[in-house]
Structure formats: structure tokens, C-alpha cells
């Protein structure tokens, strides 16, 4: 079986049916497996999963504060801003872009840190990025971890469900994934230490580095605006971390075939181009599918991309070396030139008035 078949866990009702189709689960088997897999009691091998959902409801009390004693029109907008754009485009810029896709590299391990650290760390960069290796292989086809045919909760609880790493890869295998993730500067195990914890980050590492991540940042906002706005910004943190994972099935078209003319190009999948997801944090998902190495994939005038500028001023300043941008390619492959048409004039004679005068006439 290939490697892109066999990298993740397969669930327990399958990725196929016996007819070879995408297995539906029942909304029970799904959340019987979600509970399964986030049960470290059960299985410390479940330690990634558990850690990801953990941080979700850490976050959740922060929420509660701010809503219901901190509460300001300021605070509000401040968490939207920063949930929506700031988080939005740090996860297209960080685990999209450059984690999965290498669409740009950067000068030196320190400006690949102060990316990776620019927010609220939530999400585990191996969680990520396997996964949607995966997902570009295999789009809206059994295998595909968040394939919106499946139902909104297929996809909603993916994270846990269906991206994490095959625990019995062979050693091979799991050299593979180390490919797929040295790139990150993510700490990771060896083959030995990935057979006792099931995954490619090694826990002590991972669980330090979202210590210190939360720290940092507490600090600087309390500083900034006292215990209000660390409060909001935490918050609306663990708001985008839920939302986030309702994305894959929404820019799928829901399951259903949603594409349009003259705005989704590619049709290998069902990805759509969304506005909203597209403004806040630069992700035109059936641009993206078209060309996904690409540090832009914001192409037409209106299609803002804060991802791909972030790329591009930090290129200037030298901290990214080399960028890959499709721009050219996609107007070429796409976008037609308009036909030029040359207008001349000639002479010729009016009966009704017995003069000369000059009509036009397309060349």
C-alpha cells in the first residue's frame, strides 16, 4: 500500500465501505471514536490528541471572563480582530503555507520562530500538516481525513478522528514523516520514542513550548491592558481554535458540488473559493488547490491575501529566502487575454445628404 494510504490511523469504521466508497459514520460512531482517541487513561498514545482538545477548554474559562466580567465594546473588537484576521492569517501563513506546502523558506531558525510563535500556539504543527498531505492526495475520496461527504462532524472532529499519525508505521515509514515535518523545527522522536508515544513530536517538547508560548503572551497583554484583555485575546483564541476546524467541510462545498464558473478553476476536487475565509486570512481554497505550493494564492485583483503579504514583507526584509508565486502561471493556465480590437476610419459617401463622411469599422 502507498505511503500517502497507510500515514494516518484509520478509524474504526474504516475509510472505505465494503462497495469501496467513502464509510459515513453514524454521528454515535463518530463522537465513540473522538472519546476514544482523546483517552490517554486509555492509551497515553492518545497524548496529542487529548493535548489538542485540552487547549480548547483551557481556553474556554478566559472566554467566560471576559464575556461576563471584563466585557467592553473595545475588547470585542479587539478579540474579533484578532481571532478572525490575526490568528486566521498566522495559521495560512504558519501551518498551511509553510508547514505542509514549503511555499517559502525562511533565512534562519530565528525568523522561522518568531513565525511559529507569532499567536497563541493551539494547534500541533503534526496534527497539521501529515494530515493535509493527505488531504491534497486524496481530496473529497475515501482517505481523505476531512472529506466534507462524510457530514460537518466527519470533518469538526477530524483533528482527532482521522489526522493523527498510523502508530504501527515501520521504520521506514516513519522516516518519511520525519521528511515531512524537519522542515518545522519541531522537536522530534525518535523511531524507538515514536513506538512508546505514538507520535512524530516528542511530548516533553511539545507540551514545553506551548508553556512558554502562553506565558509570553499572557504577559504581554496583561501588560498592554491588564487581566480585560488578556482575557479577551485568550479567549477569542479558543473561539477561532473551534471554528477553525468547521473550515475544511465549508471550503469542500459541504459535500456537494459547489463550484462556479469563472471563480473556481480547479476541478480535481470540490474546493471552493470562499470570500469571507479568503479577506480575514488569505485562503482562496480552489486557488490554493490549483497551485498549492504557492506562497499566494490570492491571484485576482479583489482577492485580498494578508498571508501572502506578510510573506512578501518579510521577504524584503530579508527574513524569507525564497518564495514560490503562481500568480503568472494561474493568469496564463486561466484567465484569457481579451481580444484587442483596432477601430480605423474610411470615407464614404451619404446618400441622403450627397457628402462625404467617415464611418468606422472593426480590423
Not at 486509555?42 to 483551557?58: A, E, I, P, Q, R
Not at 480535481?268 to 473559493?273: A, Q, W, Y
Request: net charge positive; proline share 4%.
Amino acid at each position: 500500500m502507498a505511503f500517502i494510504h497507510e500515514v494516518l490511523q484509520e478509524p474504526s469504521y474504516g475509510w472505505k465501505n465494503a462497495d469501496g466508497e467513502l464509510s459515513k459514520p453514524t454521528p454515535k460512531q463518530i463522537f465513540s471514536e473522538f472519546f476514544s482517541r482523546l483517552n490517554v487513561f486509555k492509551d497515553k498514545k492518545n497524548w496529542l490528541s487529548f493535548m489538542s482538545w485540552g487547549m480548547v477548554l483551557f481556553l474556554a474559562p478566559f472566554l467566560f471572563l471576559f464575556v461576563f466580567k471584563y466585557f467592553s465594546v473595545t475588547g470585542l473588537i479587539i478579540a474579533f480582530v484578532y481571532s478572525m484576521m490575526v490568528m486566521g492569517t498566522h495559521g495560512t501563513i504558519w501551518y498551511h503555507r509553510y508547514c505542509t506546502h514549503g511555499a517559502f523558506k525562511f533565512r534562519n531558525n530565528f525568523w522561522r520562530f518568531f513565525t511559529q510563535n507569532l499567536t497563541l500556539k493551539i494547534i500541533p504543527e503534526e496534527i497539521y500538516a501529515i494530515s493535509h498531505h493527505v488531504h491534497h492526495a486524496l481530496s473529497d475520496t475515501p482517505g481523505d481525513p476531512y472529506n466534507a461527504q462524510g457530514g460537518f462532524l466527519y470533518c469538526f472532529l477530524a483533528d482527532a478522528n482521522h489526522q493523527p499519525v498510523n502508530r504501527n508505521l515501520d521504520e521506514k515509514g516513519y522516516n518519511r514523516c520525519l521528511t515531512l515535518m524537519k522542515h518545522t523545527g519541531v522537536t522530534c522522536n525518535t523511531y524507538a520514542q515514536y513506538k512508546k508515544w505514538g507520535s512524530v513530536a516528542n511530548p516533553f517538547h511539545m507540551v514545553l513550548g506551548v508553556v512558554a508560548n502562553w506565558a509570553f503572551w499572557f504577559t504581554v497583554f496583561y501588560l498592554l491592558g491588564g487581566p480585560g484583555l488578556a482575557c479577551a485575546i485568550f479567549g477569542a483564541a479558543g473561539f477561532w481554535a473551534v471554528g477553525v476546524r468547521t473550515f475544511n467541510y465549508e471550503g469542500h462545498g459541504k459535500g456537494e458540488d459547489k463550484r462556479r464558473d469563472g471563480i473556481d478553476h480547479n476541478r480535481k476536487d470540490m474546493s471552493v473559493n470562499q470570500l469571507w475565509p479568503g479577506i480575514v486570512a488569505g485562503e482562496w481554497h480552489n486557488n490554493h488547490h490549483l497551485y498549492p505550493k504557492s506562497a499566494r494564492s490570492g491571484f485576482k485583483p479583489h482577492q485580498v491575501d494578508s498571508a501572502w503579504y506578510y510573506i512578501k514583507f518579510m521577504s524584503m526584509i530579508g527574513a524569507v529566502s525564497h518564495y514560490h508565486d503562481s500568480k503568472k502561471q494561474f493568469y496564463k493556465d486561466y484567465i484569457k487575454e481579451p481580444v484587442k480590437v483596432s477601430v480605423a476610419s474610411k470615407p464614404v459617401f451619404c446618400p441622403t445628404t450627397g457628402k462625404q463622411i467617415f464611418a468606422t469599422e472593426v480590423i
